[in-house]
């Protein structure tokens, strides 16, 4: 299965980066980040090098329906829900790390 996750820079997305490259129905063939576009992943997270050459690039709806049929999400409370929803629509399948679609008032994130 062809796998892309949106931001992917971070601790979390790291981690997820790492899991997936050692699945063997997992093809990993899309990892976005914003600061990092344009380096290769095993520049962020040095674990990977010997691992990956795949290279960060910006959040693109269009690449990641043409390059994945699988989407993780791994991006700071509160921005999922600006991206998801188009995303949805494209008919990808998406699993969002995010705490923005787990409670149905926002609101009470915070209080847990």
């Not at 976005?32 to 010997?50: C, I, Q």
């Not at 993780?72 to 990808?92: C, D």
């Amino acid at each position: 299965m062809r796998v892309g996750v949106v931001a992917s820079s971070g601790y979390i997305g790291g981690e997820l980066l790492r899991l997936l490259l050692q699945h063997p129905d997992v093809e990993l063939t899309v990892a976005t980040s914003r600061s990092y576009a344009g380096e290769y992943v095993f520049r962020v997270h040095p674990n990977l090098r010997g691992v990956t050459n795949l290279t960060f690039t910006e959040f693109n709806q269009g690449t990641l329906t043409d390059k994945a049929d699988l989407v993780f999400t791994a991006l700071p409370h509160g921005e999922s829900v600006k991206y998801i929803p188009q995303l949805a629509k494209t008919g990808l399948k998406i699993v969002d790390l995010s705490a923005d679609f787990r409670l149905k008032d926002p609101s009470k994130y915070k209080s847990w």
